[in-house]
């Protein structure tokens, strides 16, 4: 099973400023790895796969960048409907497997 | 408008059995593969299962492999989760969810059904 790992467990950033977020799998996915914001009472949303490319309707502010086993997701710009949970994905390999997710949070 | 909508959860005593469904609708369903992800109460996502559009090829979690059973019916465009023995730790909201063209990454997700195992 592919690990994935995230860093920081939580986020502390102020509005309009920038978030890099980090996604570790155990071994290489290749580019198979996605991105995705939840906010409290809500399904996830899918915001980039490919490693990245934008999904439909997700704002320029979110690039996703990485291959191999080092991810990065980065919200140039904070909004106040930014500040969620974000959680990476590989789809290499069976078991899909997630991260344990980021926290960005209002500092 | 593309559309999951889950139904099917509850409270169930350990050692028994639900069955989730999953209603599809807005595309077409027979062409894309599907999938349950669940997610603990404060806690992160799990992937569970899939199942694939052509073949109908499925995939487990080691965590759910012998006890789940996933299905789809392509003429009532359904998805279902055929959950037995459960336990405590299947405690979760369960989340359908279609892969996006030409990768297994989610794109739609339905709101999410809530299964509660617990005596």
């Known amino acids: 099973e592919i690990v994935m790992t995230q860093s920081p467990a939580t986020l502390s950033v102020s509005p309009g400023e920038r978030a890099t977020l980090s996604c570790r799998a155990s071994?290489?996915?290749?580019?198979?790895l996605a991105w995705y914001q939840q906010k409290p009472g809500q399904a996830p949303r899918l915001l980039i796969s490919g490693a990245s490319t934008r999904a439909t309707g997700v704002p320029a502010r979110f690039s996703g960048s990485g291959s191999g086993t080092e991810f990065t997701l980065t919200v140039s710009s904070l909004q106040s409907e930014d500040f969620a949970v974000y959680y990476c994905q590989q789809y290499q390999n069976w078991p899909l497997t997630f991260g344990g997710g980021t926290k960005v949070e209002i500092k | 408008e593309v559309q999951l909508l889950e139904s099917g959860g509850g409270l169930v005593q350990p050692g028994g059995s639900l069955r989730l469904s999953c209603a599809a609708s807005?595309?077409?369903?027979?062409?894309?593969?599907m999938n349950w992800v669940r997610q603990a109460p404060g806690k992160g996502l799990e992937w569970v299962s899939a199942v694939s559009a052509g073949r109908g090829s499925t995939f487990y979690a080691d965590s759910v492999k012998g006890r789940f059973t996933i299905s789809r019916d392509n003429s009532k465009n359904t998805l279902y989760l055929q959950m037995n023995s459960l336990r405590a730790e299947d405690t979760a909201v369960y989340y359908c969810?279609?892969?996006?063209?030409?990768?297994?990454?989610?794109?739609?997700w339905g709101q999410g059904t809530m299964v509660t195992v617990s005596s």
């Open positions: 071994q290489s996915v290749r580019s198979t």
């Open positions: 969810a279609k892969d996006q063209t030409g990768t297994t990454a989610f794109d739609i």
């Open positions: 807005g595309f077409t369903f027979n062409s894309y593969g």
